[in-house]
């Protein structure tokens, strides 16, 4: 088994493909330029990638089989944990590392979110099942400094950047998953201006266990006189424990659990079926768990999708992340392994060559390595966008980041899920046998990697939110900024000429296609036409983008010397010869306007 280490042979990351990401093609450097991150410069961001690399090999790879073996346990009265968690969140919190991104006035350090991500990313490849407690907790937090009130902000999104409390995104029921507008959950007013909340929630990560002095939930519910579906939703905060004026902690809130859910992975990190106002507990003697309205009535889906749309892009980043280590445990493997001999070898009793040599676990490896790499530089580049945005020198600017960041983010969250699947199970397959078995991690993160096509917006909603809300929805505008930006990189790519102009020419010719194809889509007429190939779409979408990835990242390699670089020239060369052309005949389906799944009756099957 792989013994994870944080340096340049490391399995968890790549520090050295970081790197290059970083500060030779994205130029991080620069955004020093702007007032924001002007107290940040490349010493910094090594420091504190190296920081990041160190904590997650030394507290959180260590006990990865281990969460994933020994599931969480409720006891009937309390979920517990295996010991060594507690102790690595406390190692990232005593780093302060929970409020890398925030404003300053927060308590942050406004470091650009692209630097934060790849920083981050240590703890997802690491041990996806102990990050997620923290990166739930982040996210609880970002969302009430942007939403709620001062009294909010202080008394429960301080204490979680402190890494004293931990917090929830709770949403789904058991009846109404993705369909939030038909959620059941109630909020009745109470004379004291909080409200009790009655209803009972499932699939919520995170949502109890004993570390911490508190868990703050963040609750959708409805208020008594709301409107019908998504338009009467109210967001709540609802902590397991209340907490006082002063900041202690008082007496328990009704918030129980019905019990918790065994997931086939990422089973380190508790999944919860909670219970608010059952009765289990009566905080000031009356029914109902207490809550606080975080901002206007009947706005809580809009506010709850500000941390739906960074979910979004971390499940995009865990997806990758869980992938890339896979890949770099199956590289490992294949260097090590000797079975076989070489086809031309005469002599049956001749030595046995390592697998990496035969010709079919090279084509494994390198699909593998062109999906990670392919979706690691989308991950940054979208990263590197929430810094355009939040630092935007002008309305123009703000503008056209905003466009291309809602068209990408259903793509950055899909596409490394769908194919760091693929990639995950080459990983298997390169270890044959072993791979099989619990002798080796690549199993483990193959069943990490199957909930990312599922939770905060499967598979199937991504691509209509692509398709019908971010392509037609906004007449094509984001579509054309995506295309503007394609077209500078083909430029830079031409000016190059060899292979890196070949890609250039390939990449054009696809998108163009993709735009002709958006067009009839269009111009169907019947909107269950349009949207009945969806999930095509945003998969054909998928590979024009990271192909577009990859040609950027030929464009920052030049004609620089070097394995690590020979190894980007030959990934974007997998990805062009092999990928792309994936993208013709779906884009011919699609522009067929075929309606073999629109027509399919159930009795059929």
Known sequence: ?????????????????????????????????????????????????????????????????????EEPVFDGERVRLIPEVAPALEALARADLLALTLDEEHGGHQVPHVVASACMAWFTAANIGTAAYSFLTMANASLLLEHGTPEQIERFAGP???????????????????SLGDVLTRAVPADDGTYRIFGSKMWISGGDHEMGDNIVHLVLAKLPDAPAGTRGISLFVVPKHLVADDGSI?????????????????????????????????????PGAVGYLVGEPNKGL????????????????????????????????????????????????????????????????????????????LNLWCSRLLDVQASALDDEERTEAGLLLDLLTPIAKSWPSQW??????????????????????????????????????????????????KVLGGGGASLAALAGRVE???????????????????????????????????????????????????????????????????????????????????AARYFFRWELPKVAPMLDLLASGDTTTLDMRDAWF
């Not at 002798?439 to 483990?444: F, G, M, Q, S, T």
């Not at 269009?522 to 009945?532: I, N, S, V």
Request: charged share 20%; glycine share 10%; hydrophobic share 40%.
């Open 420 to 469: 760091g699947q693929e990639s995950n199970s080459l990983a298997i397959q390169v270890l044959g046998g072993a791979g099989y078995t619990r002798d080796y991690d690549v199993e483990a993160h193959w069943r990490d990697q199957r909930l990312n096509p599922i939770h905060e917006g499967t598979h199937g909603i991504q691509a209509l939110d692509l398709l019908g809300r």
């Open 488 to 570: 500078q990189t083909v430029a830079r790519a031409r000016d190059l000429g060899g292979e890196p102009a070949e890609h250039a020419e390939a990449l054009r010719a696809m998108l163009d296609r993709l735009g002709e194809v958006t067009l009839a889509l269009a111009g169907f007429g019947d909107p269950e036409r349009t949207m009945a190939n969806a999930t095509v779409y945003l998969e054909a979408a998928g590979h024009v983008v990271v192909a577009w990835m990859w040609l950027e990242q030929v464009v920052a390699v030049g004609d620089k010397e070097g394995d690590f670089y020979d190894g980007k020239r030959a």
């Open 1 to 69: 088994m792989s013994t994870p280490t944080s340096g340049p042979t490391s399995t968890i990351l790549s520090a050295r493909d970081l790197e290059f990401l970083l500060f030779e093609w994205l130029d991080v450097e620069s955004l020093g330029e702007r007032p924001r991150f002007a107290e940040h410069d490349r010493e910094s961001y090594e420091a504190l990638l190296a920081l990041c690399a160190q904590l997650a090999a030394d507290h959180f790879a260590p006990h990865y089989r281990k969460s994933d073996a």
């Open 302 to 377: 809009s506010y709850m999708f500000h941390m739906m749309n960074a979910a979004r892009l971390g499940v995009g980043m865990s997806a990758t992340t869980t992938a890339y280590t896979a890949y770099l445990k199956s590289l490992e493997y294949a260097r090590s392994r000797p079975q076989g001999r070489r086809l031309t070898a005469a002599d049956p009793s001749a030595p046995q060559v390592p697998i990496i040599e035969h010709a079919d676990v090279r084509r494994m490896l390198l699909a593998q390595k062109s999906y990670v790499e392919g979706a690691l530089a």
């Open 250 to 286: 008082g007496e328990r809130n009704d918030v129980a659990l019905a019990g918790i859910n065994h997931k086939l992975g990422s089973r380190g990190t508790v999944n919860t079926a909670p219970v608010f106002g059952g009765g289990a507990f009566t905080p000031g003697g009356a």
């Open 160 to 178: 979680m950047l402190e890494g004293r409390f931990f917090g929830t995104m709770t949403l789904s029921e058991p009846h109404a998953g993705s």
